[in-house]
């Protein structure tokens, strides 16, 4: 029978698809309530991170040390990527200093960090998007943004694999994914304020993501420059844009002395190692494999370029949008340590749920925009709702965990967990050997070392500096990893080495071990010449600089 004669006509209408869209409206009554409840929802997130902190370790224990030696390196006065090979920028490290100064020189300080990045992101999404965004795409946008900075586990893993890893990628997809959507949504014509503070916000998170990591800055500022021709009060908003990236890029370029030239031979050497693993048929390929992902996004862009009474300009700047979204999302990929997650996605479907909301008359809740808002929902909602796990997760394993783990006896580390991990745990990166091996170690330095002699390891990364409570040597590299160094581009020694007294070169087998090896091809002379062995322990050799 056709629909329209069925008795149950009216009923499903009303339960599925029109009283759906009124809710997803909702009067200005619901607009207000949503408004509180979003505050305490943001609230109770950073509450969440604040408790968390540093998370029991299950996965990528190792890498807490990268953020522990660079955060060492700035208390101790050294500029990331002036006086050390830093391989991210400097906000990041300024980041966990702040926090480690806050906590007393204790690695709980980098949850302070954390806490400090999680609550900062949510109050800019908050102010920015409010006066732009519909109401419900407004509420999703906040928490998307929030969880996606908040999650306590890295990108392309299982929520359960809690760490302190990769969170500059984090930061980073947030950040990022606030200037699209600043830069593509509508914008309000009639108010030059709004068209300054949107490109002040704009300038400013492309300077930070600039000198947080790179590849996020310059993918912001594509975004950015790309959307600026389609608005009609360009000249204000190219105001506020350069205002707000000169308030962030000068005080940071005056902490690095303005050393342009340091900054620029770092990132040619990054640069040069990622240029080879990166070519468009590794693009085109990864695409292909997150099809799935991209699919409901481009499905959504299909048919919201359909709608009557978008005029065809802002169609093609919504198309372009999504494109932009997949590509750049595609490239950061390839160019980070993660598996897979394309984060950007995420904003495009939000800036489509946007736009569906606004084409809705008021007072009205057409059914047929009901599938349009459940597939952007859906596009938003799953990865939002695998960070809220990670976070609930971490949260819950913290306060109740019952796993056994491992501390270090140290009491700057004392307050770090870390867990026994299965796959994808490398071997001895993570649980009791990582922290047996590690104090082993720490033990042979003291026994050895003399007052004031600096010390590094030569696994992936650091910890015996802030372990000991030793100065950190000048120039040296903070981590030692394939995806920043190969056989073929090949930093100087004195980038990865610097002036570091002792070196502790691992016997035992880990992750990253083919940059070792590739470093001691490069420099055969580095140890048995211009280091000499001193002492050794079943899994570590210590050598002192000849001189």
Not at 46 to 73: K, Q
Not at 314 to 321: F, K, P
Request: aromatic share 10%; net charge positive.
């Amino acid at each position: 029978m056709p629909i329209g004669q069925l008795p149950s006509q009216r009923l499903v209408e009303r339960l599925s698809f029109e009283s759906f869209v009124s809710w997803w409206m909702g009067s200005r009554e619901a607009t207000r309530r949503r408004r509180r409840l979003l505050a305490a929802l943001l609230l109770l997130i950073c509450l969440a991170v604040a408790i968390v902190g540093v998370p029991r370790l299950r996965i990528f224990g190792h890498d807490i040390f990268v953020s522990l030696d660079g955060g060492w390196r700035v208390l101790n006065g050294q500029r990331p990527g002036v006086d050390f090979y830093a391989q991210m920028g400097p906000a990041y490290y300024l980041l966990h200093a702040a926090g480690l100064w806050l906590a007393g020189n204790n690695a709980r300080g980098l949850g302070y960090g954390s806490t400090l990045a999680t609550a900062m992101i949510s109050l800019w999404a908050f102010f920015v998007l409010r006066p732009r965004m519909k109401s419900s795409p407004f509420f999703v946008a906040c928490l998307f943004l929030a969880l996606l900075a908040a999650a306590p586990f890295p990108l392309g893993f299982g929520f359960m694999h809690a760490a302190f890893s990769m969170k500059h990628n984090r930061y980073g997809y947030a950040l990022t994914g606030l200037v699209m959507l600043e830069s593509f949504l509508p914008e309000d014509s009639d108010n030059r304020k709004h068209q300054f503070a949107g490109g002040f916000s704009t300038g400013l998170a492309c300077a930070l993501l600039l000198f947080l990591k790179i590849s996020f800055g310059l993918v912001a500022l594509t975004f950015a420059a790309v959307s600026l021709p389609f608005r009609s009060s360009a000249r204000i908003r190219l105001a506020g844009m350069a205002t707000g990236f000169a308030a962030f890029s000068v005080p940071i370029l005056a902490y690095l002395r303005f050393d342009l030239p340091a900054l620029a031979r770092e990132y040619r050497l990054l640069a040069a190692v990622k240029s080879g693993a990166v070519d468009a048929r590794d693009v085109i390929t990864r695409i292909y494999i997150d099809r799935f992902e991209i699919a409901p996004v481009a499905l959504m862009t299909a048919l919201v370029s359909l709608l009557p009474g978008i005029p065809v300009r802002r169609r093609l700047l919504l198309i372009l949008a999504v494109v932009m979204a997949t590509v750049g999302g595609t490239l950061l990929l390839l160019t980070n340590t993660q598996p897979y997650s394309l984060p950007l996605l995420g904003a495009a479907a939000l800036l489509l749920l946007n736009e569906v909301t606004a084409a809705i008359p008021d007072s009205s809740a057409p059914p047929q925009m009901a599938p349009l808002l459940a597939i952007g929902l859906l596009a938003v909602g799953i990865p939002m709702c695998v960070d809220a796990a990670g976070l609930g997760a971490a949260l819950v394993d913290k306060v109740l965990g019952e796993d056994p783990s491992y501390r270090f006896r140290e009491p700057q580390l004392a307050s770090i967990e870390f867990v026994d991990c299965s796959k994808p745990c490398p071997l001895n990166d993570n649980g009791q050997n990582l922290v047996r091996y590690t104090e082993e170690g720490i033990a042979l330095v003291q026994a050895n070392a003399q007052p004031g002699e600096s010390v590094r390891g030569l696994g992936m990364s650091n910890p015996f500096s802030f372990a000991t409570v030793r100065p950190p040597s000048h120039g040296g590299a903070v981590i030692l990893s394939e995806t920043d160094l190969s056989p073929v581009v090949m930093p100087p020694e004195k980038i990865l080495i610097g002036d570091v007294a002792l070196i502790l070169a691992p016997k035992f087998p880990a992750s990253e071990r083919g940059a070792l090896a590739a470093i001691l091809n490069a420099y055969p002379k580095l140890l048995g010449t211009e280091y000499l062995r001193v002492a050794e322990s079943p899994n570590w050799i210590l050598y002192r600089r000849a001189n």
